[in-house]
């Protein structure tokens, strides 16, 4: 429960210039929230009130503006984009936040639109709000059997050409478990740096500061966590013995299998998740080529490589379709962690579902074949390649794959273990609705001997 109103206000300021840099502008969601959230001084209630407000507006915008567009005369593209949030996060509370009272959320999302516009918006804005109120129970989501997918869109809030390809897909069970997954806030997951601490070790430290944690079925590195003390104290009180990476994502490092001393090139590294974990396995010995066409986000390998202790990884500014001479033949193992539409972490990344288009879902397999015939050059006569996504679409995973052995029958799958059951695969497609974890991809390739 809100203690005070101006508390109410001071998060939902703060959260309607989020959404608005993160609907409107393009950022992503945990950048801006943290970067708010470290600029401006909030006390524990308001840091929590606003997360809250943008995950959730976020996450179900598309079910917001479908009420709104039956509550306003004109079209939201119309409305200011400050006050679209304003209602927007308004009537997220009105909707899915029992705990604050509906006149506190039209109250001041008045007083929001006062302090963003003049007092004609701040009726509006209110108008609106009541409107709602008056009208809520009259206002149906299509049926469900009638209009399936039309109402899996708004009741799980997920965009409605998703839902239709999911249907076809995976039926309509499935489909829904998918998009419930989906809306499911995600543990923390944490990789041991074995570099500088055990798995058990860290464990240890992590319950003795208050965490409530265990370890990961999936990876001999992950400890996934249920509560955890400020990310400010953790990185204070534990500083270079963890990264935080998700369970599938740890899972490529150990099918790539680098050993100590080999030449390793990842090619789409940043922000450097799987080029640490790489070089842990390595031990810290050898030399890993981190390339990334961004320079930015090559810095912050470097931050994280840092931070963690590791000397061996070598960062280049490189678009991985382009080819570098001086690698070809070079390494003993290349990783192809390649661009995808990110359809299998889309409860760790509110923003995705709805940028996401479906002309994306033919742009990237040309772009991923490209990359992985691209880094198939550099591999040495004997060594490997392992080629991942953190998507769920066949046609950026397995069929990408399969064009690529097509066109070089030189190369093969090489078998790995699956990480829970240690059956002998080609391939690794984790489901989230199956395997309840995020949805990723991974298979190993090797020239023919």
């Known amino acids: 429960m809100v203690k005070t109103n101006k508390e109410v206000v001071t998060a939902r300021y703060g959260a309607v210039e989020v959404v608005v840099q993160v609907l409107e502008d393009g950022a992503y969601a945990n950048i801006a929230v943290n970067k708010y959230l470290r600029a401006h001084n909030l006390n524990d209630m308001e840091r929590r009130l606003l997360t809250e407000f943008v995950y959730g507006t976020i996450k179900a915008v598309g079910t917001l503006d479908w009420y709104l567009a039956q509550c306003v005369t004109r079209p939201l593209a119309k409305i200011d984009a400050f006050v679209l949030?304003?209602?927007?996060?308004?009537?997220?509370?009105?909707?899915?936040?029992?705990?604050?009272?509906?006149?506190?959320?039209?109250?001041?999302?008045?007083?929001?639109?006062?302090?963003f516009s003049h007092e004609g918006t701040a009726k509006f804005?209110?108008?609106?709000?009541?409107?709602?109120?008056?009208?809520?129970?009259?206002?149906?989501?299509?049926?469900?059997?009638?209009?399936?997918?039309?109402?899996?869109?708004l009741a799980y809030y997920h965009p409605r050409w998703l839902v239709k390809k999911w249907l076809k897909n995976?039926?309509?069970?499935?489909?829904?478990?998918?998009?419930?997954?989906?809306?499911?806030?995600?543990?923390?997951?944490?990789r041991t740096n074995t570099l500088v601490i055990t798995r058990e070790e860290l464990l240890q430290q992590l319950v003795a500061l208050g965490a409530e944690a265990g370890y990961s079925r999936w990876s001999e590195d992950g400890i996934v966590c249920r509560h955890l003390p400020g990310m400010g104290q953790m990185f204070s009180k534990l500083q270079n013995k963890f990264y935080v990476q998700d369970e599938s994502s740890m899972l490529v490092a150990s099918v790539l299998a680098p050993q100590p001393g080999e030449t390793v090139i990842d090619m789409c590294s940043a922000p450097g998740g799987k080029t640490t974990h790489l070089a842990q396995k390595m031990g810290n010995r050898g030399i890993i080529y981190a390339g990334d066409v961004h320079e930015h986000k090559l810095k912050l390998i470097e931050e994280n490589a840092q931070r963690l202790g590791i000397s061996i990884i070598k960062t280049y500014l490189q678009d991985a379709t382009q080819f570098v001479e001086k690698w070809e033949g070079l390494a003993d193992r290349v990783l192809v962690d390649a661009p995808c539409s990110g359809l299998g972490v889309l409860r760790r990344r509110a923003e995705t579902r709805w940028r996401r288009q479906r002309q994306d879902l033919k742009i990237f397999p040309l772009l991923q074949l490209s990359i992985l015939e691209n880094a198939a050059r550099y591999v040495k006569q004997d060594g490997t390649?392992?080629?991942?996504?953190?998507?769920i679409e066949q046609a950026e995973n397995h069929y990408v794959v399969a064009e690529f052995l097509a066109r070089h029958p030189e190369w093969e799958y090489v078998g790995?273990?699956?990480?829970?059951?240690?059956?002998r695969v080609e391939e690794l497609q984790l489901l989230p609705q199956v395997d309840g974890i995020d949805g990723f991809y991974i298979c190993k390739l090797q020239r023919r001997k």
């Open 125 to 153: 804005v209110n108008g609106v709000l009541r409107g709602f109120l008056r009208k809520r129970d009259q206002l149906c989501f299509p049926d469900a059997e009638q209009a399936t997918a039309d109402y899996l869109s």
């Open 170 to 190: 995976y039926g309509r069970e499935a489909t829904e478990a998918l998009c419930d997954f989906n809306n499911r806030p995600a543990a923390v997951c944490l």
């Open 385 to 391: 390649l392992v080629y991942s996504t953190c998507t």
């Open 416 to 423: 790995f273990e699956h990480p829970l059951t240690g059956d």
């Open 85 to 115: 949030n304003i209602l927007r996060i308004s009537l997220y509370q009105l909707l899915y936040m029992d705990k604050i009272p509906a006149s506190a959320a039209c109250n001041e999302a008045v007083k929001l639109a006062r302090q």
